[in-house]
């Protein structure tokens, strides 16, 4: 059975910051980087993103935010800059959420019929409007889990696409 290792970061007020996702895909290097390299397809089977549109080297993010009835729209841009088959770092330049940061590195391994990926992302979570700040307000104990659940979300929403 796979699993994956998580790792957060924490800010100077000693609240998350950030978190790296570690998986291992039964995959050549080749494989998992055809998936990434066509960003806008991949970008669009990540949880809350609705449409993802590249023009060069930026991308347009826009998110659904769902908390029961209500559901909120977010729009951030990001540069893309990689090396290929090594990785791949998008890193915001406008929009919500402010800061964002998302990257993968991939590590091969059995002389190169595996990969180790790692999925890595931050970004200012207090950026998100009143709603989320209202909700971790009530609810603090969220806020630890944010991070950790977009790193894993990065590695197994990239597992799923090279796997189908």
Not at 136 to 143: A, D, G, S
Request: net charge neutral; aromatic share 12%; proline share 4%.
């Amino acid at each position: 059975m796979n699993h994956a290792t998580v790792k957060v970061r924490f800010g100077a007020d000693g609240r998350p910051a950030g978190a790296a996702a570690e998986l291992r895909l039964e995959r050549p290097i080749a494989d998992v980087w055809a998936v990434l390299a066509d960003l806008e397809r991949f970008a669009q089977r990540l949880p809350m993103v609705h449409r993802a549109r590249r023009n060069g080297d930026r991308v347009t993010f826009d998110l659904k935010f769902k908390i029961g009835f209500f559901s909120v729209g977010f729009q951030f841009k990001a540069d893309a800059t990689y090396e290929a088959e090594k990785w791949l770092e998008l890193r915001w330049c406008e929009g919500e959420p402010r800061g964002i940061r998302l990257r993968f590195d991939l590590t091969p391994a059995d002389d190169g019929k595996a990969c180790i990926v790692e999925g890595d992302g931050e970004f200012d979570v207090q950026s998100l409007g009143w709603l989320v700040k209202y909700f971790l307000r009530h609810h603090p104990e969220i806020e630890y889990g944010i991070f950790p659940g977009v790193a894993l979300n990065l590695v197994d929403t990239l597992r799923r696409s090279v796997e189908s």
